[in-house]
């Protein structure tokens, strides 16, 4: 009877740690919402990192992947994620704005000319991005600089009063933004992604600002035929995870992860770049008409700007980022960089 006792317990001992092994094991499964198509460049990275996180913790981590807006607006992500349903998005500079206010700088039209400048600048900025990020309770896993966003409308525009003839889309989850626009003296059309093309169409809106590879693959520009030559402004993406699930993760996979991030991120810069080349000349090859403003109107463009964001600086635009933005511009241009 005591040994069959003993043998009881050492079983129910054994259990125990069988259990308790099995739940160190168990895969942490990260679902992630993204508003990028199936097949498209971002998709593709995302899907290539989903499997270098598997490898890189032995099937310990794993992802599902959610394309296309199947888990709503970049809105509906960042309250999913907040609300555990997801476990993270990508997020344009746009959706950032919801999670960080500062972030609304990057989206401030005509302050950034260059690849070169932008990405001077953004270094500088994004330890302060990140850590405020992190404050709001979301751990950012990379930035993707992703090309560049241009003007589309029906006809031409060369000055800030040709635009003012054109009713521009704009994102409907941004009312912030929506104001800048308005300083500027426009009409906007507050719409969901999904609605632009229709709008275009049935001639709500005349207008819209879209990444040229997105003009481009979704048959925009064959109405809005007509693209304002100048970056309006650079577009930005970023992989987020909440920061409960990150802290989940055991610490020794973290280094391995951020770094199958940044891989590619870099490879997704390099392909984008060149996408976007081929798109401008591709949607050239089939109507698309390029108009380059003058140095005088392109001063014009950058005071329209400059007085608007000036009237919002404080209100809706955080003083102390934008201030710190000027500088490194400043700073960048001192040394001799256009």
């Given at each position: 009877?005591?040994?069959l006792i003993l043998s009881v317990t050492?079983?129910?001992?054994?259990?125990?740690?069988?259990?308790?092994?099995?739940?160190?094991?168990?895969?942490?499964?990260?679902?992630?919402?993204?508003?990028?198509?199936?097949?498209?460049?971002?998709?593709?990275?995302?899907?290539?990192?989903?499997?270098?996180?598997?490898?890189?913790?032995?099937?310990?981590?794993?992802?599902?992947?959610?394309?296309?807006?199947?888990?709503?607006?970049?809105?509906?992500?960042?309250?999913?994620?907040?609300?555990?349903?997801?476990?993270?998005?990508?997020?344009?500079?746009?959706?950032?704005?919801?999670?960080?206010?500062?972030?609304?700088?990057?989206?401030?039209?005509?302050?950034?000319?260059?690849?070169?400048?932008?990405?001077?600048?953004?270094?500088?900025?994004?330890?302060?991005?990140?850590?405020?990020?992190?404050?709001?309770?979301?751990?950012?896993?990379?930035?993707?600089?992703?090309?560049?966003?241009?003007?589309?409308?029906?006809?031409?525009?060369?000055?800030?009063?040709?635009?003012?003839?054109?009713?521009?889309?704009?994102?409907?989850?941004?009312?912030?933004?929506?104001?800048?626009?308005?300083?500027?003296?426009?009409?906007?059309?507050?719409?969901?992604?999904?609605?632009?093309?229709?709008?275009?169409?049935?001639?709500?809106?005349?207008?819209?600002?879209?990444?040229?590879?997105?003009?481009?693959?979704?048959?925009?520009?064959?109405?809005?035929?007509?693209?304002?030559?100048?970056?309006?402004?650079?577009?930005?993406?970023?992989?987020?995870?909440?920061?409960?699930?990150?802290?989940?993760?055991?610490?020794?996979?973290?280094?391995?992860?951020?770094?199958?991030?940044?891989?590619?991120?870099?490879?997704?810069?390099?392909?984008?770049?060149?996408?976007?080349?081929?798109?401008?000349?591709?949607?050239?090859?089939?109507?698309?008409?390029?108009n380059s403003p003058s140095d005088r109107e392109?001063?014009?463009?950058?005071?329209?700007?400059?007085?608007?964001?000036?009237?919002?600086?404080?209100?809706?635009?955080?003083?102390?980022?934008?201030?710190?933005?000027?500088?490194?511009?400043?700073?960048?241009?001192?040394?001799?960089?256009?």
């Amino acid at each position: 009877m005591k040994r069959l006792i003993l043998s009881v317990t050492a079983l129910y001992f054994i259990m125990i740690l069988v259990l308790c092994v099995a739940g160190l094991q168990a895969a942490i499964e990260i679902k992630i919402g993204s508003v990028a198509p199936e097949r498209s460049p971002w998709h593709n990275a995302l899907l290539k990192l989903a499997r270098d996180w598997e490898s890189a913790t032995g099937g310990q981590v794993k992802v599902r992947v959610y394309p296309g807006g199947i888990a709503g607006s970049e809105l509906d992500m960042i309250r999913k994620v907040r609300l555990g349903v997801l476990q993270g998005a990508v997020l344009t500079n746009m959706g950032m704005m919801q999670v960080e206010r500062s972030v609304l700088v990057l989206n401030l039209p005509f302050l950034f000319s260059s690849d070169e400048e932008f990405n001077y600048v953004f270094q500088r900025l994004r330890p302060i991005f990140e850590t405020r990020i992190e404050e709001s309770g979301f751990k950012v896993i990379h930035w993707t600089q992703s090309g560049w966003v241009y003007f589309y409308s029906k006809g031409p525009v060369l000055n800030p009063d040709d635009l003012k003839k054109y009713k521009i889309s704009i994102t409907k989850d941004d009312p912030d933004l929506e104001q800048v626009w308005k300083k500027m003296g426009y009409q906007v059309v507050p719409q969901d992604q999904k609605d632009v093309l229709i709008g275009l169409e049935s001639g709500m809106v005349s207008a819209v600002y879209l990444p040229a590879v997105m003009a481009a693959s979704g048959q925009y520009f064959a109405i809005a035929s007509h693209m304002l030559a100048p970056k309006l402004s650079p577009l930005v993406g970023s992989l987020v995870l909440s920061r409960k699930t990150w802290e989940q993760i055991p610490e020794n996979f973290r280094p391995a992860l951020l770094e199958a991030a940044d891989r590619q991120a870099r490879a997704l810069v390099g392909e984008i770049t060149s996408l976007e080349e081929e798109a401008i000349k591709a949607m050239k090859e089939h109507g698309l008409v390029i108009n380059s403003p003058s140095d005088r109107e392109m001063t014009q463009w950058r005071e329209a700007s400059s007085r608007a964001i000036q009237s919002l600086v404080g209100r809706i635009i955080p003083a102390d980022i934008y201030e710190k933005t000027l500088g490194f511009i400043s700073e960048y241009r001192a040394k001799g960089n256009r």
